[in-house]
């Protein structure tokens, strides 16, 4: 890229930071994420699968995408599907502009289930990429990075994010890391739900049911961090109920590996982002991302060619997940009803 188009990057981008609350509230309130008919898709593979929701790739117009189907409500069984949550995430992905958020393209929903259209990457989540292994750390800072960017961005829409986790960042074409999944994000500066976060990326002020901020996300990036460069959690060693892992991350001192495992500057920078008090944690002062982006460890990274650039760091071939993709039927959705047989349908009208 020329010098002009760095400095046009730069300032597309610090207008995005800029203006990122107000367009992103008129296009929640616009709520025009276009509809679709999701059996005019093509349906290639399935991808992924969870408890409530199946990931198909899928097909249309020449253009790769993928359909995930999301149940509308528990089949006889207590489960945690919040409609409002639901329909909240789609409001929220489609409202989001930003290179490191997964973007929506269209939805669709029918007696039993809503669809989302959304960009496909055959790399898959960042935890199957990483493969419970230890990162160097040239490649954990390009990681990372991306991730203040996004937490960036999210904050500037007056978002808390919430859900910070390997399981919830996505992998694309030349190592450019984007989010997904806003169904546990809250609206607003200060938070205090008991919705809360994944028990072993919650924060201290999560477990204590205190009022919270956006240092909630930056406590997860710290959780992560670690993750990324030890493979392992700083406060819990073994699979625990999630009460022991509470009792560890509110009583256990944090202990960063000695020696040379990592730098000193990895070192005091998850030592910055785990603190306990969430008003002496970095990245809780006003303009905190900038203050995180000023640390040591970042001091060789240009924030601004992450934005910018087409290859972030190259990706290991071996870890595509494209070719543990599973068959899936082409009719998988012909044979649905559509959303007037569901009885409790004005629960997803906004959808």
Known sequence: ???????????????????????????????????TDVKSYEILT??????????????????ICVIRQQL??????????????????????????SKFIVRIFAKDKDEMFVYTIMEYTPWGDLRRYLKNRAQPEA???????QVVLALEYIHACNIIYRDLKPDNILIFPGGRLKITDFKRACLGKYCGDKFGANCLYAPPEIINQALYTCAADWWACGILLYLILLNSHPFVTTEIERKAIFDRVLKKRLQVP?????????????????????????????FGVDIVKRQDWFKDLDFMALISADEIFPLNP??????????????????????????????????
């Open 1 to 35: 890229m020329s010098r002009d188009g760095d400095e046009d990057a730069i300032f597309a981008y610090r207008n995005s930071i800029l203006h990122a609350e107000t367009n992103f509230k008129a296009r929640v309130a616009a709520n025009d994420c276009p509809s």
């Open 72 to 97: 509308k409500k528990p089949l006889g069984e207590t489960s945690m599907i919040d409609p409002t949550r639901i329909v909240q995430e789609k409001k929220f992905l489609y409202a989001m502009n």
């Open 46 to 63: 399935r991808a992924a699968a969870g408890k409530y929701n199946i990931i198909y790739k899928a097909r249309k117009d020449g253009k």
């Open 318 to 351: 071996r870890r595509n997940h494209e070719s543990r993709e599973e068959p899936a039927s082409a009719d998988v959705f012909q044979n649905t009803k559509p959303d007037s047989f569901d009885e409790e349908r004005e629960l997803f009208k906004e959808f």
């Open 139 to 145: 490649l954990a800072v390009k990681m990372i990075g």
């Open 258 to 286: 000695e020696g040379d495992a990592i730098s000193a500057e990895a070192k005091d920078l998850i030592k910055a982002l785990l603190v306990k008090d969430h008003t002496k944690r970095l990245g809780s002062e006003k």
